[in-house]
């Protein structure tokens, strides 16, 4: 699903990542207090993408393999994305090249402030050995109404 919108890398680095460090600092999914949403997108959306990468490198770099191979899971949306494009602009033309980039805004769009909301302002306490509190309910405005669960697939 997210490879049509062309943000293939969102799996590893909400999974992986964002879950891990959610509420603290080294999270660039968390919107900071005081935070506007825009400033958090120029923020966030790079900041997932080199933390998604640096992660599946670690991952790759353990099984012995390079990050350019096809086991990379950041790799493989892409091609995803590549392909579903390629065929798109071969069956429906140029007009193509103005719903794209449309559309993969929206989706990113969608995914930032979906972020940008369910954190804002939360930050976990650091402990006196360094590590963050672990994470509690309080540390997330999450929503289990089924209208948000079907429109953000349950994030």
Do not use: C
Not at 113 to 131: C, F, P, Q, T, V
């Amino acid at each position: 699903v997210l490879a049509v919108v062309g943000y293939g890398h969102f799996f590893i680095e909400h999974n992986k990542g964002h879950h891990r460090d959610v509420a603290t600092p080294m999270d660039p999914a968390t919107s900071r207090m005081g935070e506007n949403i825009y400033k958090f997108s120029t923020r966030e959306i790079p900041g997932a993408f080199r933390r998604a990468w640096g992660l599946e490198e670690q991952r790759l770099s353990r099984r012995g393999q390079s990050v350019w191979s096809f086991d990379n899971e950041i790799l493989q949306p892409m091609v995803i994305t590549v392909v579903l494009y390629t065929l798109l602009l071969s069956f429906f033309g140029p007009k193509m090249l103005v719903f794209l980039p449309i559309q993969m805004a929206f989706g990113w769009w969608q995914l930032t402030s979906a972020n940008y909301i369910e954190h804002y302002g939360l930050l976990r306490e650091k402990m006196a050995d360094g590590r963050y509190e672990h994470q509690k309910p309080h540390h997330s405005w999450n929503s289990n109404h089924i209208v948000s669960n079907l429109v953000l697939f349950h994030l």
